[in-house]
């Protein structure tokens, strides 16, 4: 397994954005789908989005399309998640995580919290 370490999470207001960065240290092979995931206080983890490693191809929850964008920097092994117009349900800590599956993963980040409030 690889160790994965996010940042970026914070305290911000409704409108707002905040952009999340996951670390690999190590390599992130061609048959990798990196994703991000969150769990609010009380719920089960979802997805929010994945890329997948080979094609960087993106995909995302219904919740998020169009205001979420995820993206990679391959030579730095990391991948992003540029979050915009944040509501309140938007608040979880907000995980990335690695596997082989749209949706899936089996390698995560300790998790970074994401707050929006007035």
């Known amino acids: 397994q690889v160790q994965l370490v996010e940042s970026g999470g914070g305290l911000v207001q409704p409108g707002g954005s905040l952009r999340l960065s996951c670390t690999a240290a190590g390599r992130i092979f061609s048959s990798s789908v990196m994703g991000w995931f969150r769990q609010a206080p009380g719920k089960e983890r979802e997805f929010v989005a994945a890329l997948r490693w080979s094609n960087e191809r993106t995909y995302y929850a219904d919740s998020v399309k169009g205001r979420f964008t995820m993206s990679r920097d391959k030579a730095k092994n990391a991948v992003y998640l540029q979050m915009n117009n944040l509501t309140p349900e938007d608040t979880a800590v907000y995980f990335c995580?690695?596997?082989?599956?749209?949706?899936?993963?089996?390698?995560w980040g300790q998790g970074t919290q994401v707050t929006v409030s007035a």
């Open positions: 995580g690695r596997g082989i599956n749209i949706g899936e993963a089996d390698n």
